[in-house]
T-cell receptor, first 113, second 115 residues
Framework: ETGVTQTPRHLVMGMTNKKSLKCEQH?????MYWYKQSAKKPLELMFV???????ENNSVPSRFSPECPNSSHLFLHLHTLQPEDSALYLC????????????FGPGTRLLVL | AQSVSQHNHHVILSEAASLELGCNYS??????LFWYVQYPGQHLQLLLK??????LVKGIKGFEAEFIKSKFSFNLRKPSVQWSDTAEYFC?????????????FGTGTRLKVLA
């Protein structure tokens, strides 16, 4: 059991739907991250938030929209996704966003039809 | 561009065999190095890390890794694997470029240990 939870664990959505992924960390950390994990590819860092401020956006398409209302919660809003966006989306947190150890959630398995 | 290479995508060993998983990175500056492990049905979790000091670091469950700066490598080793070591192993690097931290993962190595 880790201190990072993600909901939902599985999500199937059509290309015209709007959905949101939620991440919560109970570790008192100040940095949170979204990663995309696709088969046979390295984990791709999508967004980094440090003390609620977005500090990194790795050229992620605008159909992915992150939100960090406080240091414990992170959302990923999804709209008009493509089938190639189907993947496992992982949330992680760390004490600060300075290259420290990251603690991962279980992920949300997303399928876009 | 910076990258992390894990050359072995799948490894199958018998129990008690020795393990070495390769990890190389491409960046000439200061790095933090990690090995993460994902056991079947579980979250990614830290196995060990290197920030500075002794280049031979020891982690949980008898794993160790050696940082060789001249080879840009951080290979993971275990002298005698167990069936419970069956998992996927990820090497990761964090580096600081122009004041911004980058987090780069390898593609992972799936290890299967036969009982």
């Amino acid at each position: 059991e880790t201190g990072v939870t993600q909901t939902p664990r599985h999500l199937v959505m059509g290309m015209t739907n709007k959905k949101s992924l939620k991440c919560e960390q109970h570790l008192g950390h100040n940095a949170m991250y979204w990663y995309k994990q696709s088969a046979k590819k390295p984990l791709e860092l999508m967004f980094v938030y440090n003390f609620k401020e977005q500090t990194e956006n790795n050229s992620v398409p605008s159909r992915f929209s992150p939100e960090c209302p406080n240091s414990s919660h992170l959302f990923l809003h999804l709209h008009t996704l493509q089938p190639e966006d189907s993947a496992l989306y992982l949330c992680a947190s760390s004490q600060v966003g300075g290259g420290d150890t990251q603690y991962f959630g279980p992920g949300t398995r997303l399928l876009v039809l | 561009a910076q990258s992390v290479s894990q050359h072995n995508h799948h490894v199958i060993l018998s129990e008690a065999a020795s393990l070495e998983l390769g990890c190389n990175y491409s960046y000439g500056g200061t790095v933090n190095l990690f090995w993460y492990v994902q056991y079947p049905g579980q979250h990614l979790q830290l196995l060990l890390k290197y920030f500075s000091g002794d280049p031979l670091v020891k982690g949980i469950k008898g794993f160790e890794a050696e940082f060789i700066k001249s080879k840009f490598s951080f290979n993971l080793r275990k002298p005698s694997v167990q069936w419970s070591d069956t998992a996927e192993y990820f090497c990761a690097v964090t580096l600081n470029t122009a004041g911004t931290y980058k987090y780069i993962f390898g593609t992972g190595t799936r290890l299967k240990v036969l009982a």
